[in-house]
């Protein structure tokens, strides 16, 4: 989780920034991301990111057929 939470502060920084110039942001998640951690992503992003709109990749169906 901690990885996850850096990875959203720049985001946040510059979010922060085009706000104040009325520049629309949209935060993109940290990659493919498993099931069971799309929501506490979403929740952190929310509140670390200030609730801007956030999409995350994933988890793709395919990621487990790469072997086969």
């Known amino acids: 989780m901690i990885q996850a939470m850096s990875k959203l502060i720049e985001p946040s920084m510059l979010t922060?920034?085009?706000w104040e110039?009325?520049?629309q942001?949209?935060?993109e998640g940290p990659g493919h991301t498993c099931?069971?951690?799309i929501?506490?992503?979403v929740k952190l992003?929310?509140?670390?990111?200030?609730?801007?709109p956030?999409?995350?990749l994933?988890?793709?169906v395919t990621d487990i057929g790469t072997g086969y």
């Open 21 to 23: 110039i009325g520049v």
């Open 35 to 37: 099931i069971d951690e």
């Open 39 to 41: 929501e506490a992503n």
């Open 58 to 60: 994933g988890p793709l």
């Open 54 to 56: 956030f999409y995350v």
């Open 16 to 18: 922060s920034r085009a």
């Open 45 to 52: 992003e929310k509140r670390i990111c200030k609730g801007a």
């Open 25 to 27: 942001v949209m935060i």
